[in-house]
């Protein structure tokens, strides 16, 4: 509550998993797209409540193994999984996600999110109040079984070829190699989860 006259403001603060935060910073969202207690155990979505934004939970969704670059020279392969982020739709590119999701917690309309909600989620207090305590937030809101500890964004990085993500895990952004090559990294192909949002 804002006191407007002293410019002084109050937020109630509960205790998650031996961490305060704010309360009410999110909202847990059954399949059908209700609202749950903090408490529940199954749920699907996750409603950001500063921003309305619904954020898909439980991410478990894996790509099929594909061969991908291993070094800058393509002398090697390995089997990748999951997603690179060339935005163009080709097979498995993040951008092909959200087409094969359909309706989830009651809502159609899944998209890949963008830098700057990525970022108003990492900054938002209830969820900066894992910092230092890595995966806590992800563990309590999204599902001790979801895999999306990186995630893509649909925004391209400072340089052509890069693509910001969303470091769910570590409760923070950065930027990756979209394909084959990177100069950051011995490994010429970056591959990250998908975690969806409306």
């Known amino acids: 509550m804002i006191d407007a006259q ?15 935060a704010p309360c009410g910073g999110f909202t847990k969202i059954s399949a059908d797209g209700q609202d749950l207690p903090d408490n529940a155990t199954t749920w699907s979505c996750v409603r950001q409540n500063a921003t309305g934004l619904l954020w898909e939970a439980h991410v478990t969704r894996q790509n099929p193994p594909y061969p991908c670059a291993y070094d800058a020279t393509h002398t090697a392969t390995m089997t990748c999984t999951k997603y690179t982020n060339y935005g163009d739709g080709r097979a498995y590119d993040a951008s092909t996600v959200p087409a094969t999701v359909g309706s989830l ?21 209830a969820y900066a109040a894992g910092n230092g ?15 999306a500890y990186w995630g893509w964004t649909s925004s391209p990085g400072p340089d052509p070829g890069f693509a910001w993500q969303a470091q769910f895990y570590f409760g923070d952004v950065g930027f990756a190699s979209v394909g084959p090559i990177s100069s950051y990294s011995a490994i010429g192909i970056v591959i990250d989860n998908v975690r969806l949002v409306r």
């Open 6 to 20: 002293t410019a002084s403001y109050s937020v109630t603060v509960c205790k998650t998993n031996g961490v305060f």
């Open 105 to 125: 917690c009651g809502q159609t309309g899944w998209r890949l999110p963008t830098v700057d909600e990525a970022t108003a989620l990492m900054n938002d207090p």
């Open 133 to 147: 305590t890595y995966g806590l937030f992800q563990s309590t809101w999204f599902g001790t079984d979801d895999i």
